[in-house]
């Protein structure tokens, strides 16, 4: 056990973290050096290390190179202290900056951190991180999207608004973590699934409202738990006219669809779960993992193995305490964002590289320590090239001055994040208040709406039932939020989707949409308790105090039908 240097709860460091850490080599010459124990617990790790990621606040503002007006993550009002050049691609590319031509040497008499962050401001950043998008300028972390607005971290997406992970998905909105899917409205964790409303957590469903843990089904409403049927309501089955006639009653109107929303949640509280969502894995714990094995403490992980602490990976190996890691990261500790990297610690956004300590937004790089922007390069400390000797005698040195100071074995502390707490990844899994994130040294962003250019703002609960009666003038108008007040604008296209899928125009802001979506995740966070049907002891996701009914895998599976 050790003592959270943050915030001061004990944590147990695995054999199999120390093995980890010896395993994870970065050879200087004669000398080897492995990463050293964390001296934070898991979530402040955690937190830390997302605190450096925003996927969904953008903003509209001048790119520093030209003037040109970009959407990028960053603010244009920089965080107290800081100083950011923000670049869009056009002059990211254009500018051809030799990111060397930033280079400096290190300075023995000042802290690492300090000089980082010195750096940091010099080199110049995207605005925002996507790639071969058509059409999709308020997208973060997208790649070869089309026509989508409002998504984040998504890829092979067409005519896709409003939320996040979406991957080769088309004409759908309101959905979150969707994958393979088509025209589906207000889906959360849902797979291969086509033309479905308010439908969580399923797989290959056709044409179902308002259910949740389908497999293989079509025609179903306010169902959970079953396999393979077809027109089925509350669980019951149907004739097809008697089927069609129950939805009729209430699809399209805005009132009967928030009732059957009310009934879901209510659904939800009384129908059995499964304990947490491990599919053809070995020696696994967590939730969404898939395919992989011994990955432990892990979510959102598929086709991976030997990983701890990791937050959304794909074909991950030897990751600890790691976060966004992509197409095979190998021997990685302490990193966020990555694509094909072997050998990395203390890093963020880094690309194509390998044995890089401490280098952010490095692409096709090795060996190198404490850089900034660099593409192609190696045996470089603070963007300043040396030779392999010198690299090799330096850094050592380096490590046992930031050893001195304590900041050795760190991750890039929170002040050297260019988002408020709030703005960040960070935020979305760890909510904190204000006075918590600046004490604990996160910053803040006191966000507030940008103004809209609209005709008139209409308050939600004025909104016409049904969709045939709201004018195609109402995306010259702005909504008010009917739970927080905030108003929102309706976009041509989606009013489209409406129109053709017969659904009323959502009476809630986009981020309200976002959060209650989200908040049907359970939190990453591990606890024993025993399965409430019969008494094995599982490790899951489900709070002791939480009253949903949480089966083992045996027990659940009774249940499906
Ligand atoms: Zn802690
Ligand atoms: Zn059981």
Known sequence: MSTCRQCRNDFPIFPDEEAFLKKMVFTLGSKEIHPPLPVFCPACRLKRRTC??????????????????????????????????????????????????????????????????RLQSDVPRLGMMVIGNENSDFTAGTGYCKDCYLINSSEYCEDCYYGKLLQSCKDSVDCSYLYDSELCYDCFSVYKSYHCVSLSFSTNCRDCLFSLNLVGCSNCCLCSNLRQKEYHFRNEKLTKEEYENRVKEFFGSAKGM?????????????????????????????????????????????????????????????????????????????????????????????????????????????????????????????????????????????????????????????????FGYNESLAYEYLPLTEREARAEGYHWRHMTDAKLSVAKTIPASLLPDRIQDIPDDIVNWAVECEETGRPFRIIKQELEFYRRQDLPVPRLHPDVRYDRRLSLRNPRTLWKRSCMKCGKEVQTTYAPERKEKMYCEECYLKEVY
Request: hydrophobic share 30%; proline share 4%.
């Open 52 to 117: 450096h990621r925003n996927e969904r606040n953008f903003y509209r503002r001048k790119g520093t190179l030209t003037g040109k007006e970009i959407v990028s993550v960053y603010h244009e009002e920089p965080l107290p202290g800081q100083h950011h050049k923000v670049y869009t691609h056009e002059e990211w590319n254009a500018d051809r900056v030799d990111m060397t031509e930033y280079g400096r040497a290190f300075d023995f008499e000042k802290p690492f951190f300090e000089q980082f962050a």
């Open 258 to 418: 928030a009732r059957m929303k009310e009934e879901l949640e209510q659904l939800r509280m009384t129908t059995p779960h499964r304990f947490a969502n491990v599919v053809n894995s070995e020696h696994c714990t967590g939730d969404y993992i898939e395919n992989s094995r011994d990955c432990l403490d892990c979510y959102d992980v598929n086709e991976s193995q030997d990983s701890r602490y990791v937050t959304v990976g794909v074909k991950v190996k030897d990751n600890y305490d790691c976060s966004n890691m992509y197409i095979k990261p190998e021997l990685a500790y302490e990193t966020l964002g990555t694509i094909e990297t072997y050998n990395t610690a203390y890093c963020l956004f880094v690309f194509h590289s390998q044995n890089l300590l401490y280098c952010e937004w490095c692409f096709h790089c090795h060996d190198c320590f404490g850089c900034s922007g660099l593409r192609h390069k190696k045996f470089c400390i603070f963007n300043k090239q040396y030779t392999q000797e010198e690299y090799e005698f330096l850094v050592p040195k380096i490590i046992a001055h930031m050893e001195k100071n304590g900041e050795w074995g760190q991750y890039f502390p929170p002040s050297l994040s260019a």
